[in-house]
């Protein structure tokens, strides 16, 4: 797929640092139950850590009890790629930004009791939060 947003591996791993470079460039996870934003309850918006696009809304975040930030619906169906992801043995289905193509999750069947049923797992470090007025 082509982004609108593309750079090198060079200029993402100088912009993101190596920590939200492995997450986001590589697909990596963070430790559970580590992420700042996992207690964010202030109304705002969530977007991608490596291209500023919004992809949340704070009143679709839920707990999950999962560890990692959870939300029931992107803020737009066209705001997240999702690709079937069969590594680590597992079927599950990629969170990527379409901006980007950053990674910043996966998304599960299993959030009972929200409107969609969906559980979108992200990890606190591909995510930026930014506060209502």
Do not use: Q
Not at 12 to 25: C, I
Not at 35 to 47: H, Q
Not at 122 to 128: G, K, P, Q, V, Y
């Amino acid at each position: 797929m082509s982004y609108e947003v593309r750079k090198t591996d060079d200029e993402w791993r100088d912009e993101l640092g190596s920590e939200r470079y492995a997450v986001l460039r590589e697909a990596g996870t963070e430790r559970p139950w580590t992420g700042e934003l996992l207690d964010e309850e202030r109304a705002g918006v969530y977007t991608c850590g490596a291209c500023s696009a919004e992809l949340f809304k704070s009143g679709t975040k839920f707990d999950s009890g999962c560890g990692w930030p959870s939300f029931y619906e992107s803020v737009r169906p066209d705001a997240v790629e999702l690709l079937e992801d069969h590594s680590l043995g597992m079927e599950r289905t990629e969170v990527r930004c379409a901006s980007c193509g950053s990674h910043l999750g996966h998304v599960f069947p299993d959030g009972f009791g929200t409107p969609t049923g969906d559980r979108y797992c992200m990890n606190s470090i591909a995510l930026e939060f930014t506060p209502e007025d």
